[in-house]
């Protein structure tokens, strides 16, 4: 891991979903995240392949633009819908490879870790967490799907986390 200049360092943050990618970049620390910027990937639905390497070079390029100290990503949530959770897998993978190919250590969470860092609880809600996020860092103007504030969420998370 590259080591941060000072306390302050940046979190590439990356909600994995089937369809569609939550990305946040966050810096600072825990108590005064600062937003970077943030996203909603949407990969072409279509060939598997296709989608995947969508994925691999939308994470690489947030990399590659942002310099990131870190990339949180979420642990792997396993669904009843098998086919759900082989697409999320894959998507992971081509997250992961884009992180080891530009030697960026990942820190995972899971679900529980990111909600206790954003709203002090480890069972909130989606909704108590998106009501949260707006407390804790200041956000440009715009409408975000949830998976867009789920991955701001795990950028917090990973802010908090000092390892």
Known sequence: MKAPKNSLRRVLAIDPGYDRLGIAVLEGDASKPVHVWSDCVVPPKGLRELRLAVVYKAVADVIRKYQPDILALETLFFSTNKKTAVGVAEARGAILAAAGAAQIPVQEYAPQQVKLAVTGYGASDKVGIA?????????????????????????IAGLADRR
């Open 131 to 155: 009501r949260m996020i707006p407390h804790l860092i200041s956000l440009p103007p715009k409408k975000r799907l949830d998976d867009e504030l789920d991955a701001i969420a795990l950028a």
